[in-house]
């Protein structure tokens, strides 16, 4: 990665040509699509996204943001606001520094961007079943099950492989999914409640792990390209040795 010389341009270019998204790389930026897109048009060289995007390009995950500009007496620049809004630039948020896992409250959501277009979500939930994190983290994961079932096409079908942690540090292998289908057990099987859904998923397969009183802490999903066939998927496949 440190001897990548590419310029901003060149590196939105090529995770373009990896089925990244403006709007996905915006939000690894923490800037705008159209930020991006003035970049991708020449409108401005971007030299301040190089370093995130170059480590986005390298590892599939960006752990630093490019920091907001300042001005000369050391302020941070106002961001210009949308046509018509009250309020003609807004404070931004200084986002120099490194990102950690450790995330207060126990919410944490990072995605990593796979070759062939894959994506791996890993979502972390607080424990309390009342708590805002957690109903924030559960609309997270249905959010993205949705994203991925809208991205499949007549000749590819989006897979989605899960993992799930426990709060006393348990990990379990879901199953490997048509996207499509997963949404549809979600939300018939778990009343819209994917964390619930899960929870039941497991309780079939580890006799011993009371899915009623250890809640889920942690998400693994993982999205990826598969040629369309027959076969559907089931909900559950036991596997030896668990």
Do not use: C
């Not at 001005?71 to 309020?87: C, F, H, I, W, Y």
């Not at 979502?123 to 924030?136: D, L």
């Amino acid at each position: 990665m440190a001897d990548d010389k590419r310029t901003a341009r060149e590196l939105i270019q090529d995770l373009r040509g990896r089925g990244l998204s403006n709007t996905e790389i915006a939000s690894e930026l923490q800037r705008s699509p159209r930020m991006v897109r003035k970049v991708l048009n020449g409108e401005t060289s971007g030299a301040a996204y190089t370093q995130t995007l170059r480590e986005l390009a390298s590892t599939g995950r960006a752990s630093t943001v490019p920091p907001r500009r300042r001005s000369k007496d050391g302020n941070l620049v106002p961001v210009r606001t949308k046509a018509g809004a009250a309020e003609k630039s807004a404070p931004p948020v200084d986002t120099g520094g490194r990102y950690t896992s450790e995330r207060q409250g126990g919410r944490f959501t990072a995605t990593t961007y796979l070759g062939g277009g894959g994506r791996q979500h890993e979502i972390k939930v607080p424990k309390g079943k009342t708590t805002k994190g957690r109903g924030a983290a559960t609309a997270d994961l249905l959010t993205k099950v949705r994203s991925a079932a809208r991205g499949q096409s007549k000749d590819t079908q989006k897979r989605v492989r899960l993992q799930v942690t426990y709060a006393n540090g348990r990990v379990m292998e879901v199953n490997d999914y048509n996207a499509s289908t997963l949404l549809k057990r979600m939300n018939e099987q778990g009343g819209r409640d994917p964390l619930g859904w899960l929870a039941a998923q497991s309780a079939k397969r580890y006799a011993n792990l009371d899915t009623s009183k250890t809640p889920i802490t942690g998400v693994t999903m993982t999205v990826y390209d598969s040629p369309r066939s027959d076969r559907s998927s089931r909900d559950y496949r036991p596997r030896n040795g668990n």
